[in-house]
Structures are given as structure tokens and as C-alpha cells.
């Protein structure tokens, strides 16, 4: 039944867009909890201490903290995995090659899968910088307020974020857009709700994460 549906182009686009949301959620909750950085360190540091704390006594020092990345790995395979094979199927079914070279797949499917890369990549930039310090000099595990002032005092830190943020916002709105019709909430009464629904979730995603590094260029947050 499960490899059935695997199979299916349909049971895809639903493992697409139930990881999509996944991930969705795991975003508004990493903005919120980013903008901390606008009260000082001491709440910015406590709250990522919390994070490791979640759930105690009942779970032990990073259990849930653990949990969440196991749910966030899971979803980040199943959705590029889907995508990957979604996109492979879109060319085989393709009746003949093109005489001439003309772009294989549409405009959204193209700024999606290039969009998808963008994100992957910085993703794993992402964890090296703030997460593991591999990439980031002088990094302080436990104290993320100075890592994260120290990462957007740097042009690249900038530029790599911000860019990398726009790209967020775009897949976001065509991916949210295209996980609700197969997920079955659009209808011809609904779809324009639903793409100012979109539409409004991205701007929101992407304003709220570039406002940290506008936060450290202005000297807002120092
Ligand atoms: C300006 C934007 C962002 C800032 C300032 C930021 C900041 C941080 C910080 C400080 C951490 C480390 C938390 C800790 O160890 O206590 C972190 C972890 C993480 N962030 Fe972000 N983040 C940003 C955007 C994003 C975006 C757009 C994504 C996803 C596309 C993302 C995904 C993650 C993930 C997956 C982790 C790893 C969690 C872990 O395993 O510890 N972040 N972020």
C-alpha cells in the first residue's frame, strides 16, 4: 500500500507538500524565536538554552531538541528525494526530445528546483556557521547572541543570508501555493485566498529573518 502510493506521482506531490509544511512550521517558530535578538543576549542566550531544556524532567538534556532534528532530516530527504524523482519522471514522459534547445521544464518549476538547491546548500552553510562553528572564526558554543553578531558583521555573512532569505521567501510562496492544491483545499472560490495566504507567509518569513542582519549592519543589534 505505502509502495503504492510511493509510486504514484500523486502520493509524491503529497510527501512534497506534508514535508514542505513540516518544514513551514519549523520556520514561523526559528523567525519568532530570531527576533529575540532584539531584547539583548541575556534573553536571545536563555532562550536557546530553553531549547535544549524543552521538556525536562520528562526528557533528558536535548532529547527534544533531538527529536525535532530527526523530524527536520526526515523531511528534508523526503522532500528533495520526491522532488528529484518528480522532476526525472517530467522529462521521461516527455513523447520526444525538442529539436530545438528550449528549456525543459516551466518557469516555476525551474525557480523552484534552482530555489531547492539554493536552500539545501545554505542549509548545511547554515549549521557549520551557528550550529557546529566550522566555518565561523572565534565561535562560542553557548553563546549564539555573539555568534550571530559576529556572522552578519562580515559582507559574506551578509550576502550568503540575505540572498539565500529572498530565495526562501520565493519557494515558499509558490511551494505553499502548490502543497494546498494537492493537498485539496483549492477550489475556484478559494484560490485567490489562498495565494494571498502565500503570498503574505512568505513576505512575513523573509522581512522577519533578513531583519536580524539588518539588525547588526545598522548597529541596532551589537
Ligand atoms: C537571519 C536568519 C537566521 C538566523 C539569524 C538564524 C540563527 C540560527 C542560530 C543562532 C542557530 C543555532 C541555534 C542554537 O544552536 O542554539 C540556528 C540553527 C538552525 N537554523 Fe537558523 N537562522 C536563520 C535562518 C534560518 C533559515 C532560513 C533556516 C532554514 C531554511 C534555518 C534553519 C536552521 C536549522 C536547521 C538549524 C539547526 C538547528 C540545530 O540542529 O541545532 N535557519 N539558526
Known sequence: MARTVWDSSVGKKTVMAVSGLIMLLYLVAHMIGNL?????????????????TVGEPFMHYEW???????????AVVAHAVSAYQLSRRDIKARPSKYVHKKPRASYATRTMRWGGIILGLFIVWHILDLTTGTVHPGFQPGHPY???????????????????????????????WSAAQTLGVGSRTRDRALKTVANVLALLLTAGFIAVPVGVMTGVVS
Open 64 to 74: 527534544t531538541l533531538w527529536l525535532v532534528r530527526i523530524v527536520l532530516v526526515v
Open 146 to 176: 555573539q555568534n550571530v553578531v559576529d556572522t552578519f558583521s562580515t559582507w559574506y555573512g551578509n550576502v550568503i543570508y540575505i540572498v539565500a532569505m529572498l530565495a526562501l521567501g520565493l519557494h515558499i510562496r509558490h511551494g505553499f
Open 36 to 52: 529575540k535578538i532584539f531584547f539583548g543576549s541575556g534573553e536571545f542566550n536563555h532562550y536557546a538554552h530553553w531549547l535544549r
